[in-house]
Nanobody, 124 residues
Framework: QVQLVASGGGLVQAGGSLRLSCLAS????????MGWFRRAPGKEREFVAA???????DYADSVKGRFTVSRDNAKNTMYLQMNSLKPEDTAVYYC??????????????????WGQGTQVTVSS
């Protein structure tokens, strides 16, 4: 069982930056794939970024070049550095964990563990 706690959301102007954190419980953090999803108002949850225990990364096309996912296995923490934020990045962001690779399509229906969301609002 993995428990996840996301933090770091907030209100920022377009072009600004935020860093989200996801703290995970458990001794086997380094063996889990970790990821971020988001749900914008009126839309389905969508994949944002994921990282393996060996630091292999996947990104949604919409965030490539602007967002960076990283992890610190010693701290059981995953991060999402978000730069050049746009109003369309406004969403509730969720962190996720799974023993298998996190899928980059769909809304994460096969992912086993989820944190609570953290709101990111980008004003124009």
């Amino acid at each position: 069982q993995v428990q996840l706690v996301a933090s770091g959301g907030g209100l920022v102007q377009a072009g600004g930056s935020l860093r989200l954190s996801c703290l995970a419980s458990g001794r086997t953090f380094r063996t889990y794939y970790m990821g971020w999803f988001r749900r914008a108002p009126g839309k389905e949850r969508e994949f944002v970024a994921a990282i393996s225990g060996e630091n292999n990364r996947d990104y949604a096309d919409s965030v490539k070049g602007r967002f960076t996912v990283s992890r610190d296995n010693a701290k059981n923490t995953m991060y999402l550095q978000m730069n050049s934020l746009k109003p369309e990045d406004t969403a509730v962001y969720y962190c996720a964990a799974d023993p298998s690779r996190i899928p980059t399509t769909g809304w994460g229906q096969s992912v086993h563990f989820w944190g609570q969301g953290t709101q990111v609002t980008v004003s124009s």
